[in-house]
């Protein structure tokens, strides 16, 4: 799994590859919680996740309620069809922010 | 410069010199370590009793810190007492015996230039000599013990200084002093092992009293749960209502471990207690909801199904936040899945409508409606496959003859295999139509 940090016009972008599993969901967890407690804004570019699980929905689901705490703007874009499955079965679509693409999550999110 | 170094590995106790002395001085180091539980205590007395025999001023015994970064001084013997003193690893002839992990004989300490003064600065104490020998075995090191000044004494030849007889001598006894030492650490972990794993089971005992007891055998609502590891993350409950409706709920805390489980145990209490006087089971997820998000940990969430059945006339209804569809499978043998219509509780307290989550009512009949948490459909099943959604229902029309219960412990015997652990909590629970109940669907 890779996890790539990079800036666009001050929005953290963190582009996630592979699965997203109990092994490598800490990895995202710390990288999205990082950028989210600088007062970032935050995109997750889900394009390359091929799989995640519960503890990978539960890395995002607490940068999601970490950045509502501090007021920051938590996005998700480009969310792969396999990411996207699970999300909708836990009715999480409807918790995100879920921008089909990069440029539209970057309007959302001022960038 | 007079510093010898000479290699930790076995030596003969004594060349020449009293050896039934020294073995007696072993045997008795020996019987204290081996007979008292107080590994500090110990120690003191065997450095006394190693200083007193090889007639050094003062003794120390450095231990090696957790991180090996510091040397510290845990027994002490002599006029000053630097107990609780920290050195660098690398610094002094004590750093240098651990490093090298080589006995140091130090007959000058001036001429050395490791010789830490600081000691000698803050005490008053004036070192002359040094013997250092390391507590290791093999290549594990834990520290040294180190001896000053060597006493005068009329019939000494060796000019009042620390002899290779000496050095031979200290090297054994701190070997054994260091196989002590790993043996007592090795034994205190085992104890604090054993120590959770009481506590862990204790937990399980008690999350498995939370679970509902056992009814009649023609009882509508039955369900199972098998913890992955001791405690589970998974939960469900069955409760009477006063009108004779039957109140129920499946869970999933997202996580494992003790966290999940007391989320669990709170989720389950919370929902049960407002159960009694609520009947919406959506209203009753958005109350357990807000409650969570007031007091909940970040991070975490549960996915749950909540619903009320009426067994005379089949009426069930039920609310999902964001768990597994439950499957209906009506008389033919024909599933339909129900999505969740709301996201999981626990997340945050403005995603439900203060009225509650979408309900689905249905009415059954010879139908029966079965919840399931992911641990079922990412379990494997015999030949190593994911039982998978389709899985679940091919389990399920297997054993369709069963009574509820009896076909609950089919499919669970399906997945839960000896020799195979799960790697996910497995809960199930099923409600039964009047027509189905007896009947073997």
Do not use: W
């Not at chain 2, 231990?63 to 002094?92: M, W």
């Not at chain 2, 004989?105 to 001429?111: A, I, K, N, Y």
């Not at chain 2, 000053?148 to 290779?164: A, I, P, Q, Y």
Request: charged share 25%.
């Amino acid at each position: 799994m890779d996890c790539e940090i990079r800036d666009e016009g001050g929005v953290a972008i963190v582009a996630l590859t592979g699965d997203v599993d109990l092994e490598t969901s800490p990895r995202v967890r710390g990288a999205l919680l990082d950028c989210v407690g600088a007062k970032r804004s935050v995109l997750v570019d889900m394009s390359g996740v091929s799989y995640i699980d519960s503890s990978g929905v539960a890395s995002l689901v607490e940068a999601y309620q970490t950045a509502r705490k501090s007021n920051t703007k938590f996005g998700l874009v480009q969310v792969s069809e396999a990411a996207m499955r699970v999300l909708e079965l836990a009715r999480l679509d409807r918790v995100f922010a879920i921008h089909s693409t990069l440029a539209d999550g970057l309007k959302d999110v001022g960038g | 410069m007079h510093i010898a170094a000479m290699p930790s590995m076995s030596v003969p106790l004594a060349t020449n010199g009293d050896l039934g002395e020294q073995l007696e001085l072993l045997a008795e180091m020996g019987q204290d370590f081996a007979s008292s539980l107080d590994i500090g205590e110990t120690l003191s007395k065997a450095l006394a009793r190693i200083a007193r025999y090889l007639d050094a001023e003062a003794a120390s015994l450095f231990l090696l810190d957790e991180h090996d970064r510091q040397l510290v001084c845990r027994a002490c013997f002599g006029p000053v007492n630097i107990t609780g003193l920290r050195i660098d690893a690398r610094r002094g002839v004590v750093g240098r015996t651990v490093q090298d992990n080589t006995c140091q004989m130090v007959r000058d300490v001036r001429l050395d230039p490791d010789f830490a003064k600081s000691v000698d600065e803050n005490t008053g104490f004036v070192t002359r000599s040094i013997l250092c020998a390391p507590l290791s075995v093999k290549d594990r090191r834990v520290g040294a013990i180190e001896l000053v000044n060597k006493r005068r004494s009329t019939d000494d030849e060796s000019d009042g200084l620390f002899s290779d007889q000496d050095r031979r001598v200290l090297q054994v006894l701190a070997s054994s002093a260091a196989l002590a030492i790993i043996n007592a650490r090795l034994t205190a972990a085992v104890i604090e092992q054993e120590k959770v794993r009481r506590e862990l089971e204790l937990a399980a005992e008690i999350q498995r009293n939370l679970l509902p007891r056992r009814r009649a055998e023609d009882f509508p609502v039955v369900g199972v749960n098998v913890p992955a590891r001791g405690v589970s993350g998974d939960f469900y409950d069955v409760f009477d209502l006063p009108d004779g409706r039957i109140g129920f709920s499946i869970g999933d805390v997202s996580g494992k471990g003790i966290n999940a489980a007391l989320l669990m145990a709170k989720t389950a209490s919370i929902y049960r207690c407002l159960g009694r006087t609520i009947d919406d089971p959506g209203r009753l997820l958005a109350l357990v909801n807000a409650e969570l998000c007031e007091t909940g940990t970040r991070g975490m969430f549960v996915t749950m199904v909540g619903g009320v059945f009426e067994p005379t006339t089949g009426r069930l209804c039920f609310a999902n936040a964001g768990h597994e569809p439950p499957l209906l499978r009506d008389r033919l043998g024909e599933y339909r899945a129900y999505p969740a219509q709301a996201p999981p509780v626990g997340i945050a307290a403005d995603l439900f409508p203060p009225e509650g989550c979408p309900v689905t009512e249905l009415r059954l009949g010879a139908e029966t409606l079965v919840v399931f948490t992911d641990g079922v459909t990412e379990g494997r099943l015999g030949d190593g496959s994911p039982v998978g959604a389709i899985g679940v229902r091919r389990l399920l029309e297997r054993h369709r003859t069963l009574r509820p219960t009896e076909r609950l412990s089919a499919v669970v015997a399906e997945i839960v295999r000896p020799g195979h652990p799960l790697h996910d909590d497995l809960t199930m629970l099923l409600v039964e139509g009047p027509l189905a109940r007896g009947q073997g669907v």
